[in-house]
Nanobody
Framework: QVQLVESGGGSVRAGGSLGLTCAIS????????MGWYRQAPGKQRELVAR?????????TKYAEAVEGRFAISKINRGKVFLQMDSLRPEDTATYYC???????????????WGQGTQVTVSS
């Protein structure tokens, strides 16, 4: 059983930085990849960043909108961090940590979700 616990987020002015942390509670070795989606009011949930959590796959992937401004990293086998720099008002959204089971197709819907955390960027 896996639960995802998120922390971080908050409010910042445009150009500022924030960080998000997501930790696995439970079977950390059953997770193959982790990352974040975000959802702004009236919009669809979109993938922000992903990182492979196994020794065979440590690759990262980013949405084009955040490439070069956000960086996802593994703190340890059960925890990831998302550094968000040069934030823009359009980054305002609820950010949801997610995880895929080990062996799952990265294009499939996530197997686990965090509770969500708000990021607000003012102009």
């Amino acid at each position: 059983q896996v639960q995802l616990v998120e922390s971080g987020g908050g409010s910042v002015r445009a150009g500022g930085s924030l960080g998000l942390t997501c930790a696995i509670s439970g079977s950390i070795y059953s997770v193959g990849a982790m990352g974040w989606y975000r959802q702004a009011p009236g919009k669809q949930r979109e993938l922000v960043a992903r990182v492979g959590m196994t020794t065979a796959d440590g690759t990262t992937k980013y949405a084009e909108a955040v490439e070069g401004r956000f960086a996802i990293s593994k703190i340890n086998r059960g925890k990831v961090f998302l550094q968000m720099d040069s934030l823009r008002p359009e980054d305002t959204a609820t950010y949801y940590c997610y995880a895929h089971r080990r062996g799952a197709d990265s294009s499939s819907p996530p197997d686990y979700w965090g509770q969500g955390t708000q990021v607000t960027v003012s102009s």
